[in-house]
């Protein structure tokens, strides 16, 4: 048996380091390097003696970096998008995955250079995926579904809002704002002020929420309303209001209004304002906040995205604000 799974068995029934050490007869910085190479695998002692003993060597095996073979780097990017295929819908472990790559390619990476190299993959790929829906392109507008409440200290009573969320489609960027009604003179100023924050003006604009900024002349026909479109001409926008949300829109929408309501919705529900420009000004600062907030399992945020990619793909305001 390798000298590796002797040590994780003793680790396993619970031996201390310093035992371990003097059955062994080897030194306890060695036992306490494999302990702390283990934690950095993310694998279970019962993981790696399931390997084999050549195996389990080479994962505590120090790094010897093979950067510079394009080939192999080449042949194991290709592998990536069935590792992502096969941890997704079949849960198949990297380790396994990793085993079936050492089985072809005996001299290649190490696990940890691999889940390394999968995990700079897995950004790339992730910020393609918001290039499905181009920098610059569109700009989608909706209500959430519920309104937002505060303690009037003025009026003396509790008021509710509707609450707009207009959010670029390519960094997913996003502005909030509170509003009296979905009419069409609160929806307009909603979405200029959105526009101005965005501080440029996107390809498209598209709209979910017909009530507002469109009139349904027929069953098969969607007419823009006249001062949304003064609105959208004035900015230079193009308004698409017959394209409906697809599954993808949909998602993406989704979670602006479910990260509205934990990042806006949330800290704000037992909150005192004389006014709704107040509020709105407590709900722009939250909002701020929350497009810095780095991805779920990504490390990086819709303000960087919008920094780095979108902002510049968008067309300057040149006639100042809708008025």
Known sequence: MSKVKQILQQIDHGLSQREISRRLCIDRKTVALYLQK????????????????????????????????????????????????????????????????????????????????????????????????????????????????YYNTLLKRTVKEEVLVCMLGGSNYFYVEAMHSQKMEDYISGVSNAINFFGGVPRTLILDNLKSGVILASKYQATINDSFLSMANHYGAIVDPTRPYSPKDKSLVEAAVNLTYNRVFSPLRNSSFDSITRLNEAIKELVIKANSINFQGRDYSRKELFEKYEKQTLKPITMGPYE
């Open 38 to 149: 283990m934690k950095l695998l993310s694998l279970t002692t019962q993981q790696i003696l399931s390997l084999s003993d050549i195996e389990a060597e080479a994962l505590f095996k120090a790094d010897v970096s093979i950067v510079d073979d394009k080939e192999e780097y080449k042949y194991l990017e290709s592998l990536f998008p069935y590792f992502k295929k096969e941890i997704k819908q079949h849960r198949v472990t990297k380790l396994t995955l990793w085993q079936e790559y050492r089985s072809k390619s005996p001299d290649g990476y190490s696990y940890s250079q691999m889940c390394h190299h999968y995990y700079q993959w897995l950004k790339r790929d992730s910020v393609s995926m918001h290039m499905e829906h181009e920098y610059g392109e569109e700009l989608y507008i909706d209500f959430t579904g519920r309104k937002i409440s």
